[in-house]
């Protein structure tokens, strides 16, 4: 068990095997906490803590859950004491980066062989959005990925879908089969009847082209749900 340090002393009073810079160096990045990794991407805390009690409090205001960090805004968080501009963007950059790198990963053109698989490449792009958005994943014969396009944007509520917008970015992408995919902000996964008329409605469209609907995934903050897995494609 470690020491209990006052989150108002400074790091420079701590050992220094404790402080979060030297012990990256001296442990490894794997040693280090979210809150002492978040600290050395703040360099300081405020007069009344350091940069690891005020990178505590920003995470325990996220239920210690970065993934509602990455949604924080810069006026969110600038509500702490001892983060400025700054500090708001550095935060909000590192967030970035690490969303990126996950997207980075589809580059490699890995191989869709289920449902969870088509997830993986798309929920990065839409798990955090406070609207709906429509995406389409292109895939080859051997069912790798060949890219991602987004088709529409919309409201909290939905979002129009052209089939002629969306068949003809699989045209262009040499697509010989695609995912359909949206998000629901609310957190709801279960279809609408509107999402269940619209997947067939796109399906027959694509069997025209052949070009198969092999999925349509709803994703969300718990996860997603997968027409495929459900029997309904």
């Known amino acids: 068990m470690q020491n209990y340090i006052p989150s108002a002393l400074g790091i420079k009073s701590w050992a220094e095997e404790d402080r979060p810079r030297e012990k990256l160096l001296s442990k490894g990045k794997g040693s280090l906490s979210d809150a002492e990794l978040l600290a050395i ?89 406070p609207h709906e958005e429509f995406w389409i994943l292109l895939l080859n014969r051997a069912n790798r990925i060949l890219g991602r396009e987004q088709i529409s944007q919309g409201g909290v509520a939905g979002t129009v879908v052209d089939a002629k917008v969306m068949y003809g970015r699989a045209i262009e992408g040499r697509a010989c089969s695609i995912v359909l995919c949206h998000n629901h902000p609310s957190g709801n996964l279960n279809p609408s009847q509107a999402d ?11 069997e025209t082209l052949d070009i198969i609907v092999v999925d349509h995934l709803i994703v969300g903050e718990g996860g997603y749900y997968s027409f495929a897995d459900e029997g309904l494609i």
């Open 196 to 206: 269940i008329d619209l997947t067939r409605k796109l399906k027959k469209a694509g």
């Open 41 to 129: 991407l703040l360099g300081s805390g405020s007069r009344e803590e350091s940069a690891v009690g005020l990178a505590q409090s920003i995470l325990h205001s996220v239920d210690n859950n970065l993934n509602e960090l990455g949604k924080c805004s810069i006026a969110e968080l600038r509500k702490f004491k001892g983060i400025g501009e700054a500090k708001a963007i550095t935060i909000i950059a590192a967030m970035e980066v690490a969303r990126r790198r996950q997207l980075s990963r589809i580059r490699e053109k890995p191989q869709v062989t289920c449902s969870r698989d088509a997830f993986n490449a798309l929920a990065p792009l839409l798990i955090d959005l």
